[in-house]
């Protein structure tokens, strides 16, 4: 870019880095995760509250606002015409007691790190685009596309906004959302869910097997309630499998002489289950090696056949694939629960462009009658692309270059973002490559610098896209 250009949008961060911090720490303190909806308030009092606070702080940078019946706001800048919306939110995760650096309401600055729920997600990175766009107007380019900031209010509960949002606005030619990651995440993988039916009749002692409360979340514990089982007999078979699965088990009696074996992995995310250990499979793996006889046995043996322990691509199932723009299939078990003398069990797939009705859903079904069992055919959640080949894609890569002098190239991810419903959307920032702002956790923060990066990477997109 033009280096007087450069040097003006450098000086007018610096120049208002504290500023821009301040602003940050406003909305950082209005705690704004969902409530009950209340008369002008869809998401509760609280997201409303940070909405209000966003419409100040966007009018105090000289912004044109508006508030869509407290849903969203947007803050434009340029004429009418439609050219780049940013696309950020101001509703937060709810937290745990176990911050150990601040309140999570009350944002401190550490070691050039500000901590504080919504810092990394998605405030911080909303006030950047804010100034963003500040800076734009303060340097007095013209534009000739409007650039729009749209401030929603329930992207972490539903995306109840931006759908009353889209419902009466058209998407912009092109959108960018720093609610994920540098440097830009062109794919988001499709999502096949589904649920294995597996009869139980009693004759091999399993009474039940419970295990996930959610389903993306690779379950970190599993049980299964036994009956007329010996515990010192099953023991050296629960040792052997143990050593395979990695898991630990544990058997304890229950009153009425049954016994109780609870199986314990470690969660992760269904988008990236081979960074967990699945309890639920680890348990499965067991009931199948147990010394004991049935149908309902073999049917044990016929599910760790379809689901391994530690099979996250669905090689056994027969849907394994990948294609080069976006990556492995995955695939998790990761609910079960005993209803009406069955067990059903659902899994989360991720799955990449090439996946097909057949190739997947039918294939997976297919593979389970053939062992008599039972999937729902369910339909693929379809995934989201946009083009690395694009004049868009490559601007974007190029300010992300030339403010961070890293290598620009576009990721693929297995979760989905606030823009896998646009065509013509991509997740662009806001955290650098290897950076754990612990999103969601305790002690989220936001690196300072990374803001402020952030904030010039964006003032220059808006230069090259909107002008
Ligand atoms: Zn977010």
Redesign the pocket.
Known sequence: MDPKQKQQIEQYFEKNRNQLVEDVKRLVRIRSDRGDPAQDAPFGEAPKAALLEAVDLCRERGMQTENMDNYVLTADLGPEEPGLDILA?LDVVPVADNWTVCDPFEPVEKEGKLYGRGTA??KGPAVAALWAMACVKELGVPLKRRCRLILGTD??CGGGDIAHYYASNEEAPMTVSP?AEFPVINVEKGMYRSMVHVPLSGDSGIVSVEAGFKLNVVPDTAQAVLQGVDPKEIAPYIRMVARETDCTYAIGPMDDGKIRLICTGEGAHAASPETGNNALTALIAALANLPVQGEDHKRMQALNWLFPHGDYLGEALGVAQSDSISGELTLSLNMCKTVDGELQLQYDCRCPLCATEDNLVKAASAAAASVGLTIDETRIFPPHHVSADSDFIKTLLRCYEEWTGDEGKCLYIGGGT?VHMLKHGVAFGAAMPGVDNR?HGADEFARIDDLIAMGKIYAQTILELCC
Request: glycine share 0%; no cysteine.
């Open positions: 939110h997600d998605d992207e972490e609610d606030y999103m």
